[in-house]
Nanobody
């Protein structure tokens, strides 16, 4: 069992930046591909960013490409999401996710473990 705990959400003005962090415990972190998903009010949860087990591979949704950067530190069991040039449409609950089987997480069906989520609100 892997436990994931997100932090770093909050309220920011459009154009601003936030950095989300996710701390993992209870398993061998480097065995898991990691990712960030988000869910806006009234919408389905959607993929935002993913990173491979070793950290050399990353993948982004088109909506965040060029603005968000995912990274991980396997020594500290953490994965982060640096979010720049934030837009009101980035407002959502952001979830950290872990997959034992997938090489790169882009689908919710591949997720083995979810965090509890952290709210990000971008004001216009």
């Amino acid at each position: 069992q892997v436990w994931l705990a997100e932090s770093g959400g909050g309220l920011v003005q459009a154009g601003g930046s936030l950095r989300l962090s996710c701390a993992a415990s209870g398993g061998t972190f480097s065995n898991y591909a990691m990712g960030w998903f988000r869910q806006a009010p009234g919408k389905e949860r959607e993929f935002a960013a993913a990173i491979s087990r070793g950290g050399s591979g990353t993948y982004y949704a088109d909506s965040v490409k060029g603005r968000f950067t995912i990274s991980r530190d396997n020594a500290k069991n953490t994965v982060s999401l640096q979010m720049n040039s934030l837009k009101p449409e980035d407002t959502a609950v952001y979830y950290c996710a872990a997959s034992r089987g997938a090489t790169m997480i882009t689908r919710a069906v591949d997720i083995n473990h979810w965090g509890q989520g952290t709210q990000v609100t971008v004001s216009s």
